[in-house]
């Protein structure tokens, strides 16, 4: 008892010690400060002012420098998100510095290249998009009873794209495209029917009743392209005019749940035609099955063609470049997500094998496998440059540490890792003993920069605190995954050097 007597009278003591120097500190610079500004409230101006000036350029510079170190810095907006509405200019830009930068912007370039030569050709692309056994295909032999005939297939388009010319009443050159049905089981079609919709002026949405889910999600992606869309239901003679009313409703309370705003006339019902079994009775009374043709009705679908393309011709021109310009940075996406996974392995493999080096010709790496800082400060800053983050350096230095605190836990496991990855290499005897920890070592690094590169790809930024967290919950796996890999290097590092 009289010890805590003792202690809180310590400190309270130390306290009015404390209080007394801050005083004294206070009146101090007061005076100080009074005396200054008297002296220049009497000299020349000019003095009064310069000082003012460099005292709030001091201050300003403070502030600035306390801002960068403090305040995490955000990633620029035009690398968060690409902007709604690209313009020629903008992607051109955007593929400059990716191919300086060394993407390979080739896909995306293509798109570009073949909207030029569209452009120059003039015709009014309309495609035919829509499931497997919907009736597309019939539809454009219904409009061009020459469809047996391919006219030709755009350039950068599979064989299984076919494009058909059609000239219609109002004179306009049409290229009627057959793109493959989705929901088949051909790998890629899906992807390439979409993106031929994109390429198109006009989407023409076949359906063969209700829209199903997946019907649906398809006529949301096209919305979403932001060009004009025909819905036709085929094989519409199945039904009676009540029934096809009561589906072209239900049609139209889809589209409005899918925030599509398609006119009335542009939802429409048609028949393709087609071979059909007929029954015929001969004078005998026998019964034979023949197969006749089906006549087509595709009348209202003309007419709704004809009308859009009245009424949005100015439009439509611009309304297919802005897709086709959202194609190619999709494209130049994936390109840049494809470089920045090459990219990143090979930083993760440098930082890795300097790791390893380091463990190497250390004595005994002991439990610190973070000791190298600069290896993993460099590691952190060249990954998250190559994600477009820009954090400060105390971010890292957080990271860093976040990571080693939680390095302790794993190092049983990445030993254990390490010896059972090395005796996977036949022949190196008693090498083994002293790789160990170098194995360990690097695994730690190499788990550390798979994760944070992990982290950027989905959260777009480096925030340390996220990072270290995946980077806990994904080390043991990380460390599973790379121990050949680790053991490999160690061992080329090991034989190279002795």
Request: charged share 25%; hydrophobic share 45%; net charge negative.
């Amino acid at each position: 008892m009289k010890l805590d007597r003792f202690i809180r009278i310590v400190i309270a003591l130390l306290i009015l010690l404390v209080f007394i120097v801050a005083i004294g500190a206070m009146l101090f610079l007061t005076e100080s400060a009074l005396n200054v500004w008297d002296r220049l409230v009497d000299g020349p101006k000019v003095l009064l002012y310069g000082y003012v000036a460099v005292m709030v350029a001091l201050l300003v510079t403070a502030i600035e420098l306390v801002w960068r170190l403090v305040v995490r810095r955000k990633i620029p907006a035009a690398k968060r998100a690409v902007p709604d509405k690209l313009s020629q200019n903008d992607i051109k830009q955007r593929l400059r510095e990716a191919e300086a930068a060394g993407v390979n912007v080739s896909e995306a370039q293509a798109e570009l290249q073949e909207l030029a030569a569209r452009q120059r050709a003039g015709a009014i692309h309309l495609c035919f998009f829509g499931e497997v056994s919907t009736g597309k295909s019939s539809l454009i032999r219904a409009l061009v009873p020459a469809a047996d005939v391919t006219v030709d297939v755009v350039g950068g388009s599979t064989t299984d794209i076919q494009h058909y010319r059609w000239r219609n009443d109002l004179g306009h050159q049409i290229l009627l495209t057959d793109v493959p049905g989705t929901g088949g089981h051909d790998a890629g079609f899906d992807e390439q029917a979409l993106q031929e919709a994109q390429r198109a002026h006009v989407v023409l949405f076949v359906t063969d009743g209700d829209l199903a889910r997946q019907e649906s999600l398809a006529v949301e992606a096209l919305l979403a392209c932001g060009k004009p869309l025909v819905l036709v239901m085929n094989k519409s003679d199945r039904f009676d005019v009540e029934e096809q009313a009561a589906l072209i409703q239900r049609l139209l309370e889809h589209l409005d749940s899918l925030g599509g705003t398609v006119e009335r006339d542009r939802v429409v019902a048609v028949s393709a035609g087609g071979e059909v079994d007929v029954v015929e009775r001969g004078a005998d009374g026998s019964e034979d099955v023949v197969r006749r043709q089906r006549p087509a009705d595709v009348g209202v679908l003309v007419v709704a063609i004809n009308r859009l393309l009245e009424e949005a011709l100015d439009s439509i021109d611009e309304q297919r470049d802005r897709a086709v310009f959202r194609l190619a940075a999709d494209k130049l996406a994936e390109a840049e997500a494809e470089y920045r996974l090459q990219r990143s392995e090979q930083i993760i493999r440098n930082a890795t094998r300097k790791a390893v080096l380091g463990a190497l010709a250390a004595v005994s790496p002991g439990t610190d496998v973070l000791i190298q800082g600069y290896i993993g400060t460099a590691m952190t800053q060249e990954l998250c440059k190559l994600y477009g983050a820009a954090p400060r350096d105390l971010d890292i230095e957080e990271f860093l540490n976040l990571s080693q605190s939680r390095v302790g836990r794993a190092l049983p496991l990445s030993l254990a890792v390490a010896g059972n990855g090395l005796k996977a290499f036949p022949g190196i005897g008693t090498v083994a003993g002293g790789l160990v920890h170098a194995v360990a070592y690097g695994l730690i690094f190499d788990a550390l920069g798979r994760s944070l590169v992990l982290t950027l790809s989905r959260h777009g930024e480096f925030v340390p605190d996220v990072a270290a967290k995946e980077f806990e919950e994904g080390i043991s796996e990380h460390i599973e995954a790379g121990v050949r890999r680790v053991a490999k290097m160690a061992l080329e590092q090991k034989t190279g050097g002795s």
